[in-house]
C-alpha cells in the first residue's frame, strides 16, 4: 500500500527552481491504471454540456429549422425542431467518444513515429485553408466543407504541434538551451504552424498555439532569458500588428473603451458600430444578470435574441445567467482539477517524450478554457475560440476528446518511484527535485 504524503514539486530551470504546484509525492496512480480522477472530470463537463445545449439551444435550433417565411415558428410546427442543435451535439459527443477511446488504446509512443508527416500534412492542410477555406460568417478564414460538413484545421493542428514539438525537443536535448540551435530553430518550428493560422486570421487560435509551444519548451528545459526574449518579440509583434489590421485594432480598441463609438469607428452608422461591440456587451449582461444563484434552467433571455453565439463561444455567458455564479464555480473547479491531474501525469511520466506531451495536452486545454472564461466575462479582447468539452463545436469536441485520450493513455505508464529515479534525471531536461518530507 503505497504511503500519501503532500509536498511541493519544483521544477529545475538554467536559474534555480521553480515552484510548480502541490501535489502528492507518492501518487495512488499505479502502472496500468488509468487517472480515474480526469476520466470523471471530463465526463461531468460533458454531461453538463448535454445539459446546457438542452436549455441554452433552443431558439438557434428554431432559426436553423423553420421555413422560410415563417414568422412566429414553435416547436414542432411544420418541421420545426427545437432540439436540432441537441441531437447533433450528441452525435459528436459520441464520435469525440470514440476518438478518446482510440487514442487511449494507441501506445503515445506510436505518435513519435508519425509526428514528423502529420507536421508537414497539417502545415499542407492550414496552407490550403487559406486558399479554399470557407469563413462561416466570421472575420477568419478557418473552415473547410466537406461534403456539408465544415472542419476546422487549427484545432487538429494543436494536438499535432504537441506531438512533434515533444519529438523534437526530445531529440534536441541539451541544444534546447543554446540560442541558435534551441531558442532559433524553436521559434521557426513553431512559426510554420502559427504563420497560416495567423493570416487566417484567427487570434485566438494563434494565442492558444503560442501558449501550448511556449508550456513545452520551457518543460523541455529552456533558459530563462530565451523566454524572456521570446516574450519580448511577440510583444513587439503585437505593437506593429495590431494598429495595422483592422479587425485586431478595433477589437482591442473596444476592449480598452468598450464604447459604440469606439467599436468600429470606420463604420458610417452608429448601428453597424454597435452591432461590432454586441458580443461583448451582451455576454457582460448575461454573466451580471445571472446574479448569485442564476434565472434557472431555460428560463435565460440573452440565448434568444441577443447573445451571438451562445451555445458556441459564449456558452459560458449564457450558462451563467442561468446557472448564476455560485453554480457557474463548479466549471472552473473542474477545469483546475483537470490542470491539477494532467500536471501529476506529466510529473510522473516514464519519460521526456510522454511528459512534454502531458505537458502541451494540459496546457493547451487548460489555457484555452480560461482565454474562453476571460473573454466571456470582458477581461479579455473577443477571440471566437470554444470552451473545451462545453461549445457546441464538431472539430473541438472530436481533437480536445481525443487529446484526453492520449493523457489518459500516459497516465497508464506512470509510476512514483520511476519518477524519481537517477535514470530519470539524466534523461530529462526539466529535472524534478529532491522531495523533503515532514
Not at 509526428?115 to 500534412?121: D, E, K, M, S, T
Not at 512533434?164 to 531529440?171: D, N, V
Not at 441577443?306 to 459564449?314: C, G, I, K, R, S
Not at 510522454?354 to 487548460?366: K, S
Amino acid at each position: 500500500m503505497l504511503k500519501r504524503e503532500l509536498g511541493w514539486i519544483f521544477l529545475r530551470t538554467s536559474r534555480g527552481y521553480c515552484i510548480l504546484l502541490f501535489a502528492p509525492m507518492h501518487s495512488e496512480t499505479r502502472p496500468g491504471r488509468v487517472d480515474v480522477v480526469l476520466l470523471l472530470t471530463v465526463f461531468v463537463l460533458l454531461v453538463f454540456s448535454i445539459i446546457m445545449i438542452t436549455s441554452i439551444g433552443v431558439p438557434k435550433s428554431i432559426s436553423l429549422t423553420k421555413p422560410t417565411g415563417l414568422l412566429f415558428p414553435a416547436c414542432g410546427e411544420q418541421g420545426v425542431d427545437c432540439f436540432f442543435l441537441l441531437r447533433r451535439h450528441v452525435v459528436r459527443i459520441g464520435i469525440g467518444l470514440v476518438a478518446m477511446f482510440l487514442f487511449y488504446k494507441i501506445p503515445v509512443r506510436f505518435w513519435r513515429k508519425v509526428a514528423v508527416p502529420l507536421f508537414i500534412l497539417i502545415f499542407g492542410i492550414l496552407v490550403a485553408v487559406l486558399i479554399v477555406g470557407s469563413s462561416s460568417n466570421t472575420q477568419a478564414r478557418a473552415w473547410l466543407i466537406l461534403s456539408n460538413t465544415s472542419f476546422q484545421p487549427a484545432e487538429a493542428a494543436k494536438l499535432i504541434l504537441i506531438f512533434y514539438l515533444a519529438t523534437w525537443m526530445e531529440r534536441k536535448g541539451r541544444d534546447i538551451g543554446d540560442f541558435r540551435n534551441g531558442f532559433l530553430s524553436f521559434c521557426a518550428v513553431t512559426g510554420i504552424v502559427i504563420f497560416p493560422v495567423l493570416l487566417q486570421p484567427d487570434f485566438g487560435s494563434t494565442l492558444v498555439f503560442a501558449t501550448i509551444a511556449t508550456a513545452i519548451y520551457f518543460a523541455a528545459g529552456a533558459k530563462v532569458r530565451h523566454l524572456t526574449l521570446g516574450l519580448l518579440a511577440v510583444f513587439l509583434f503585437v505593437l506593429l500588428v495590431v494598429p495595422n489590421v483592422s479587425y485586431l485594432r478595433h477589437r482591442f480598441t473596444a476592449f480598452l473603451n468598450p464604447t459604440i463609438e469606439n467599436c468600429q469607428p470606420e463604420a458610417k452608422t452608429a448601428e453597424t458600430r454597435r452591432n461590432y461591440c454586441w458580443q461583448t456587451e451582451q455576454a457582460k449582461i448575461a454573466v451580471g444578470s445571472g446574479g448569485f444563484f442564476g434565472k434557472g434552467l431555460t428560463q435565460g433571455i440573452q440565448k434568444s435574441y441577443w447573445l451571438p453565439q451562445a451555445t458556441d463561444d459564449f456558452i459560458f455567458a449564457a450558462s451563467a445567467e442561468e446557472l448564476g455564479f455560485v453554480r457557474i464555480l463548479f466549471v472552473l473547479v473542474a477545469y483546475v482539477i483537470i490542470a491539477y491531474r494532467g500536471l501529476i501525469i506529466a510529473h510522473y511520466a516514464p519519460d521526456r517524450f510522454d511528459m512534454l506531451v502531458a505537458t502541451g495536452i494540459t496546457v493547451w486545454l487548460v489555457s484555452q478554457a480560461f482565454i474562453n472564461i476571460g473573454v466571456n466575462i470582458g477581461i479579455l479582447p473577443v477571440t471566437g475560440i470554444t470552451l473545451p468539452f462545453i461549445s457546441y463545436g464538431g472539430t473541438s469536441m472530436l481533437v480536445t476528446l481525443a487529446a484526453v485520450g492520449a493523457l489518459l493513455q500516459i497516465s497508464r505508464s506512470t509510476t512514483p518511484y520511476y519518477a524519481s529515479s537517477i535514470h530519470r534525471r539524466r534523461d530529462r531536461g526539466t529535472r524534478v527535485a529532491q522531495h523533503r518530507h515532514y
